[in-house]
């Protein structure tokens, strides 16, 4: 479902690009995920670290009291109840929970899409409840990359393409987007189908260069909203294998909802929600 598009919220992604340049660990050395190794990929692979895991320098994000409520008709819907949270550098965080309990919500605002009706959101020590609209979107363009359920590519355009335009609207210059694009798309395993446009994709191959896409600016935090729920069992786990993949190479910290309990093992950390409170 396009959850995060019927949300009464503002990106400003697709305004004029900045010209503040990326920032990030600079290139690793991809440790690419070959079409064959993917189309052959067990259960959830163990991902190899090449470099160590990301120094850890204090949480990416802390969450304190968060409370979300949404006007609805003549009264109001409280959404999330109090919301305590922390995400560390490097780890894989996973947000399960039943329809309706509140995990998009929650994630829209971890990403800044969204504001706290009360309490503190505090990433990487900006107080993301207290940025106005202009610096909650230079914050996303710049440090945090989303991945959507419905991949969310534009359909004239080549894998490539897709890549690079994320590379261009955040202000990437020029002269590093051939090397940027290439790198990233041979990381999520698709070095051969980079001319591919999406309808010449498989389902899990499309979220692979969703993933690209999101990536491609060096984000430290990635946000990604059931990325795994459209596709099949063997699909969700080459994803799942990605993503492992990109936290040691790319020196990223991932939290992302689900739905599938098949995946939570290779979770760093699972928060369960019912009805807008963490129950661990
Ligand atoms: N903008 C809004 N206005 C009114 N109600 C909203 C709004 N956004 C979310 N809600 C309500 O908040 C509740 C939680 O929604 P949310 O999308 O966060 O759940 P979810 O756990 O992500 O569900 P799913 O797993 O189906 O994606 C739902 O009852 C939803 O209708």
């Known amino acids: 479902m396009m959850r995060w598009l019927r949300k009464p919220v503002q990106s400003k992604e697709a305004e004029a690009p900045s010209d503040a340049p990326a920032s990030g660990p600079t290139d690793a050395p991809a440790q690419p995920i070959t ?3 993917v189309e052959h990929a067990p259960q959830v692979p163990e991902a190899k670290p090449i470099v160590p895991k990301p120094k850890d320098e204090g949480p990416v994000l802390i969450v304190r009291e968060v409370h979300r409520s949404f006007p ?34 929650l994630l829209n605002m971890l990403g800044g899409l969204d ?16 940025l106005n609209d202009d610096k909650r979107t230079l914050l996303r363009r710049n440090q945090i990359g989303f991945i959507f359920q419905a ?18 609207m955040a202000g990437v210059p020029q002269s590093e987007w051939k090397k940027r694009v290439t790198h990233c798309l041979e990381l999520v395993g698709l070095g ?19 993933i690209a896409k ?12 059931e990325p ?12 799942m294998s990605v993503f492992k993949n990109i936290i040691h190479t790319e020196q990223m910290t991932i939290c992302m909802t689900t739905h599938d309990p098949t995946i939570l093992e290779v979770a760093d950390h699972v928060y369960e929600m019912v009805d807008g409170r963490f129950i661990n």
């Open 35 to 37: 079409d064959e190794s």
């Open 228 to 239: 795994t729920a459209n596709l099949d069992s063997q699909m969700g786990a080459q994803v």
């Open 214 to 225: 999101a990536i491609a600016h060096r984000p430290q935090l990635l946000l990604a909203d």
């Open 72 to 105: 609805v008709g003549g009264g109001e819907i409280h959404v999330l109840k109090g919301i305590n949270m922390e995400v560390r550098p490097g780890q894989l965080v996973m947000l399960k929970g039943r329809s309706g309990s509140g995990k998009t919500t």
């Open 192 to 210: 051969k189908r980079m001319f591919h446009r999406p309808f010449e994709l498989s389902g899990g191959e499309q979220q692979r260069v969703a």
């Open 151 to 168: 991949y969310a590519l534009l359909p004239l355009l080549s894998a490539w393409e897709n890549v690079e335009l994320s590379l261009r």
């Open 115 to 130: 504001q706290p009706s009360s309490g503190e959101i505090l990433f990487r020590d900006q107080p993301l409840h207290q």
